[in-house]
């Protein structure tokens, strides 16, 4: 969408894809050392879990140069892949176990990440329906 409203896509997809894939490497890498074994206490490891995955769904939708329902989709299947990834690979790190908890928590997180998208997509909308003077550029 090349409109003075919203930013153009490359300007947000290029800096959405760094965060993401900072944020994959960072919880791949990073969970992967000794350090990572009980970093954040219960109950607190949760809200971890879902603040990370919140961002990533947000940045993983932006990144994708979708719109409407796909933007959504995409940002939250996205970070469920992730978290899926991450829990099945802590299987194989040394003091780390798979949680079913640490997933939900990744899943609320995902979630509340897509209400940013969802909101952009109504507004991307309805400049369209109303066509908005703003809306050319």
Same mark, same amino acid.
């Given at each position: 969408?090349?409109?003075? /409203?919203?930013?153009?896509?490359?300007?947000?997809?290029?800096?959405?894809?760094? *965060?993401?894939?900072?944020?994959?490497?960072?919880?791949?890498?990073? #969970?992967?050392?000794?350090?990572? /074994?009980? *970093?954040?206490?219960?109950?607190?490891?949760?809200?971890?879990?879902?603040?990370?995955?919140?961002? *990533?769904?947000?940045?993983?939708?932006?990144?994708?140069?979708?719109?409407? =329902?796909? *933007?959504?989709?995409?940002?939250?299947? &996205?970070?469920? =892949?992730? &978290?899926?990834?991450?829990?099945?690979?802590?299987?194989?790190?040394? #003091?780390?176990?798979?949680?079913?908890?640490?997933?939900?928590?990744?899943?609320?997180?995902?979630?509340?990440?897509?209400?940013?998208?969802? /909101?952009?997509?109504?507004?991307?909308?309805?400049?369209?329906?109303?066509?908005?003077?703003?809306?050319?550029?």
């Amino acid at each position: 969408m090349s409109n003075s /409203v919203f930013p153009s896509a490359v300007r947000v997809q290029v800096p959405a894809a760094a *965060l993401a894939v900072a944020g994959v490497v960072a919880l791949w890498a990073g #969970g992967s050392l000794p350090i990572a /074994v009980n *970093l954040v206490s219960a109950p607190w490891d949760k809200l971890a879990h879902a603040a990370v995955y919140a961002v *990533l769904s947000c940045a993983i939708g932006l990144a994708s140069g979708r719109d409407g =329902a796909r *933007l959504i989709a995409v940002g939250f299947l &996205g970070a469920m =892949a992730i &978290g899926l990834a991450d829990e099945l690979l802590q299987f194989w790190a040394a #003091g780390r176990q798979a949680d079913v908890e640490d997933l939900m928590a990744d899943a609320v997180g995902a979630a509340l990440g897509t209400l940013p998208l969802a /909101v952009l997509v109504h507004l991307r909308q309805t400049v369209r329906e109303h066509d908005h003077p703003l809306s050319s550029g």
